[in-house]
């Protein structure tokens, strides 16, 4: 998945924490629309987009390419323990407020190869599905994109392009008329348009159930080495009876994932309880700070 970049203030730079707040707050002061993108090891790894200046959502990325919707200030915290290098990029808000749904997106089309003059039907096909997404097109080794909104090609008053989005009506007419002739090889990444609400409301849902939690070793004489204790008061959250023992997933700071059977107890103030077995097993020590999350 190749996300669409836009108009680069600045690319590739490498920033400390405090720098990357004092950007974040010049790009709120600045009714920035765009995003800011982490990259780790040359790769896309997350972001945040903006529109006006404000934040409407976080991503993350992981090492298998699936896209997250992720909670602002954990994906700060993520640069506290990995370095990241940052750049920031251009783009119209109606063209962020369908960029910024990717985490419910998926393949429409992957390495499609449009054959000529069937550009047309392949647009109309998209037309009546209301994909809304981004497509990446590779004509004669030349890559463009487009924004699809309800199914129509996004344009915009004021720029011609944002980095490859074509959003100029002449030069998306232009486009069709050269994939025409030549063919194209396309790959479209997106959902159709009454589908997008429910996955984000299903995706905000699961980011509510996710808690940031400080680790304590589990003490006591009688307890489990296998199992793991956290408050009570999360599985009404959840919706689960406090007496059920249920699996979780613990995410650690260095970002490895582990499944755990957990129970909960009371006045645990907000900390998950881990015995010594388990801390070590996944590479904690007290006071590390985990994201944690039931296996629903």
Request: hydrophobic share 40%; glycine share 6%; aromatic share 10%.
């Amino acid at each position: 998945m190749i996300l669409p970049v836009g108009n680069p203030l600045f690319e590739h730079t490498n920033l400390s924490l405090m720098d990357v707040q004092v950007l974040m707050d010049n790009l709120a002061n600045n009714k920035f629309s765009g995003y800011l993108a982490l990259e780790h090891d040359r790769k896309l790894r997350g972001g945040f987009f903006y529109s006006h200046g404000i934040i409407k959502n976080a991503f993350e990325i992981d090492e298998k390419d699936h896209i997250k919707l992720i909670k602002n200030q954990r994906l700060l915290n993520k640069m506290k323990v990995r370095p990241y290098v940052i750049s920031t990029y251009v783009l119209s808000p109606k063209i962020v407020d369908v960029l910024s749904s990717v985490y419910v997106y998926e393949y429409v089309y992957r390495d499609y190869d449009i054959k000529k003059k069937d550009f047309k039907k392949l647009l109309s096909s998209i037309e009546i599905d209301a994909v809304s997404g981004f497509a990446v097109i590779y004509v004669q080794g030349e890559s463009r994109e487009l924004i699809f909104s309800h199914g129509k090609v996004v344009t915009d008053s004021f720029a011609n392009e944002y980095g490859r989005i074509l959003c100029q009506p002449e030069q998306f007419t232009a486009f069709v008329s050269r994939v025409m002739n030549d063919g194209a090889r396309m790959s479209l990444f997106g959902e159709k348009s009454d589908n997008i609400e429910t996955k984000e409301i299903a995706a905000r849902q699961a980011l509510e159930n996710e808690k940031e939690l400080r680790v304590k070793i589990m003490g006591g004489l009688i307890k489990s080495n296998d199992a793991i204790k956290v408050e009570e008061n999360f599985y009404k959250d959840w919706g689960i009876k406090p007496s059920a023992t249920i699996q979780v997933e613990i995410e650690a700071p260095d970002g490895m994932v582990y499944v755990v059977k957990c129970s909960s107890g009371k006045n645990l103030a907000g900390n998950v309880m881990i015995p010594s077995a388990l801390l070590k097993k996944f590479n904690l020590t007290e006071s590390s700070i985990i994201n944690l999350k039931p296996q629903i």
